[in-house]
């Protein structure tokens, strides 16, 4: 599988996320129990030895007890894919949920879209700068994600991250509150989804794609094909998989990323 560099570190363009894992559906709270249920740590491992075997090098998954635990065990185990953290804005002090990232043997770590959300909407952003240090000066990668493209803005001007994780939907606003509400009316809408695409436009860093298939509202073929429109050779794209539904649904997403992302063009 094709790779980009964030600086020194190699980034499959297939990135397997957490979501799923965690238990965020981004559907409903009957399916949030259903991934929880599903995934026990046997499960969890035994998808990420399939992304391992088809080319996918980085997961990307929460700074929390529960991620720790069973990347633990998988590279105990002999498991080598990499570690981008996310924080946790429910678990309070972002920067001992970076400590913990940190210590947890993470390669990169980013400040939570929904944060940055909440940040930017508060007037709160003079702290980004400060994490953003402390994780560069540990030797990670760093970055903020967001699923508001003001957000970039703000970051191009302010901060230099080594990557940025931008959201193709704004599904619900994160204004008043930073972390997931579950069952919340969610809206994935083509408007948000354009706005997003014209600031990714404009970036010039390595930025990672998230919500590309609307928590699995789109069609992964025709997301896919699309993508290949809009993802810059230094872009990679992060998709969460829930196997339970479709036991290949990880080959069949390294398929189409070598299909359509191969060789991506340029917006």
Not at 94 to 120: N, P, T, W
Not at 242 to 265: D, R
Request: with cysteine; proline share 2%.
């Amino acid at each position: 599988m094709n790779r980009i560099k964030i600086k020194n570190l190699e980034i499959s363009k297939l990135v397997i996320g957490g979501n799923t894992f965690s238990g965020f559906s981004h559907q409903s709270s009957k399916t949030d129990l259903e991934m929880k249920k599903y995934y026990t740590v046997q499960n969890i491992k035994k998808d990420l030895r399939k992304a391992e075997e088809l080319g996918i090098t980085t997961h990307l998954s929460r700074a929390d007890a529960h991620v720790l635990r069973y990347l633990m065990e998988y590279w105990d185990e002999g498991g080598k894919i990499q570690w981008l953290a996310q924080t946790c804005p429910e678990l309070g002090d972002i920067e001992q949920v970076i400590k913990r990232a940190i210590a947890g043997g993470a390669k990169g770590c980013y400040i939570h879209g929904g944060s940055m959300d909440y940040f930017l909407e508060q007037g709160k952003m003079d702290s980004i700068s400060g994490f953003i240090r402390l994780i560069k000066d540990a030797g990670l990668i760093a970055g903020v994600a967001g699923h508001n493209p003001k957000v970039f803005e703000w970051a191009e001007d302010n901060i230099d991250a080594d990557f940025y994780m931008c959201s193709h939907y704004n599904p619900s606003d994160r204004g008043q509150v930073a972390q997931h509400v579950a069952d919340c009316d969610e809206k994935f809408t083509q408007e948000a989804r354009r706005k997003m695409l014209e600031m990714i436009a404009k970036i010039e860093r390595p930025v990672i794609h998230y919500k590309v298939l609307a928590a699995g509202r789109n069609d992964p073929e025709k997301t896919f094909e699309f993508l290949s429109k809009v993802v810059k050779p230094n872009h990679a794209i992060c998709v969460g998989m829930f196997t339970k539904v479709k036991q290949n649904m990880i080959e069949e997403n390294a398929k189409l990323t070598e299909k359509y992302l191969g060789n991506s063009q340029k917006i």
